[in-house]
């Protein structure tokens, strides 16, 4: 008798966004066909009994394969990054495709395809970066790749190459009210970076820990309350992308107070690193941890820990930006030890992300495994136009799946299948890692090996963010 489902996970404990429930998983196709106790049989049989089951993770801020200014360039392609990112339990990827200044969208969404294309081992979709946004962009090739499936863009506030002012900024907001896309800002003021950086290079302060001076939380909260009155005006919702402390998180809770649907995405790495892990010294080794916005204090660390458990934060990314230590195309340009605005932000996650959530949010009792779900992978599917595609598990959507072995697992580089040389996260011990991540039915990781095959992972041709109404244009001159 032939094998009525692909696959049947048995006696999964599920953990959705809402809800808690014990159950066998039958999959035919790729998709969810059916759940209850005691379905027939599969060609394929995992017995999870005793192990929480979730969605697979949506890691929907990450950098693979993005065009920088050289020397730097990106460690981690689509064939690493997401062969990392299905070992660490996610099974979806959402990466940025940057429009050059000068260039168009669409060169860089047909740029990305072919860096993707072959070489993702699971789902993905891209997000834009908007970096120069001409009227002809605005009025005719921005809306067109929205309804063609790319529906949300990520504004800079700061960076030379990619900021936009504050006017480009509330056209784009209101072209994202009319067309129902998901904006995303980075906000962080750039004039003060430029003033600040400008003082401590004066004074001979060029170590990596100087990297935090340049960009105090002061920086961060000035732009984000900026943001959120740029949104206010349009009357649009809107994301802030890796909030990094407390002063921010209390311009996201303000917002919310006066009715504005300010969504909000934070990190591992302001949860579990801080301003000491770029250098308590003027050693070099910081560099490690010199991302944007860097990482904070211990209160921040709280007030971020409180702001997931409380409903504050939307969406958890890992912001993976792969740039290697020891690389002369990484952290050392031109294989040298450089001033601080010299060193490629960024650091590597997209494997640790989940396991380090789980681990310290869910094993210590600070958030649900429900609430785990919702900031991973459900709230980043409805967010970003995904589900209930992806984000659940329910029937018809894809089996995108974990299973959680809740083992201690010391975390070192070696470990990692990402190109990275380093993770910040060396030596930590996590309480659970993933004992089997499906992508569409298939074991793509068995808690040992990566199963998976570059070329498997196909594009994601993304809806409109069902976490947002789509709204009639707005009146004035943002129009
Ligand atoms: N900050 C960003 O805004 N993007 C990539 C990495 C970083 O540190
Ligand atoms: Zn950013
Ligand atoms: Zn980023």
Request: charged letters at 20%.
């Amino acid at each position: 008798m032939s094998a009525e489902f692909d696959l049947v996970i048995r006696n999964a404990q599920v953990a959705t966004a809402s809800d808690t429930f014990t159950s066998d998983i039958g999959v035919v196709g790729g998709r969810i066909v059916q759940m209850g106790v005691r379905l027939s049989t599969g060609a394929r049989e995992i017995d999870a009994r005793g192990r929480t089951t979730t969605p697979g993770g949506i890691d929907a801020h990450c950098h693979l394969d993005q065009p920088i200014a050289p020397p730097a360039k990106m460690t981690d392609d689509f064939e690493t990054g997401t062969r990392s990112a299905a070992c660490g339990g996610t099974t979806t990827v959402i990466p940025f495709a940057a429009q050059q200044k000068g260039g168009s969208l669409r060169a860089a969404i047909d740029d990305y395809h072919e860096r993707a294309n072959g070489r993702a081992s699971i789902d993905y979709g891209f997000h834009l970066i908007v970096t120069d946004p001409t009227p002809e962009i605005m009025a005719t090739e921005l809306p067109a790749l929205i309804a063609e499936g790319y529906s949300s863009f990520k504004i800079y506030m700061t960076y030379d190459d990619m900021k936009l002012n504050d006017g480009q900024i509330l056209r784009l907001l209101a072209l994202a009210r009319t067309h129902g896309a998901m904006a995303m800002i980075h906000a962080e003021n750039t004039e003060c970076i430029a003033w600040l950086t400008e003082s401590l290079l004066e004074s001979g302060l060029s170590a990596p820990r100087y990297h935090v001076a340049s960009r105090p939380m002061l920086v961060e909260r000035e732009a984000t309350h900026r943001a959120i009155s740029l949104a206010e005006l349009v009357d649009v919702s809107m994301l802030l992308v890796h909030v990094s402390g407390r002063e921010a998180v209390e311009q996201i809770q303000w917002a919310r107070a006066r009715g504005l649907k300010i969504l909000s995405e934070t990190c591992p790495q302001y949860l579990l690193l801080t301003a000491e892990d770029l250098g308590i010294d003027d050693g070099y080794e910081g560099a490690k941890c010199v991302c944007s916005p860097p990482p904070r204090d211990a209160a921040s660390q709280q007030a971020i820990w409180a702001a997931l458990a409380d409903g504050t934060f939307t969406v958890f990314s890992s912001d993976h930006a792969p740039f290697s230590f020891d690389d002369d195309q990484g952290k050392k340009p031109g294989g040298r030890e450089v001033a601080f605005p010299y060193i490629p932000n960024g650091i590597p996650g997209i494997e640790t992300r989940l396991p380090l959530l789980y681990s310290e949010g869910v094993l210590t009792g600070r958030i649900s495994a429900n609430r785990f779900v919702e900031l991973t992978a459900t709230n980043p599917a409805k967010t970003y136009g995904l589900h209930p595609r992806k984000g659940t598990i329910a029937i018809g959507s894809d089996a995108d799946l974990v299973i959680w072995d809740e083992r201690s697992v010391l975390l070192t580089n070696a470990m990692l299948h990402h190109a990275v040389d380093y993770t910040p996260y060396e030596g930590r011990t996590v309480g659970a890692w993933p004992a089997y991540t499906i992508s569409r039915g298939e074991v793509v990781w068995d808690g040992e090996r990566f199963l998976g095959t570059p070329g498997r992972g196909r594009f994601l041709q993304r809806g409109l963010p069902t976490m947002i109404a789509r709204r009639p244009p707005p009146s004035g001159a943002a129009r």
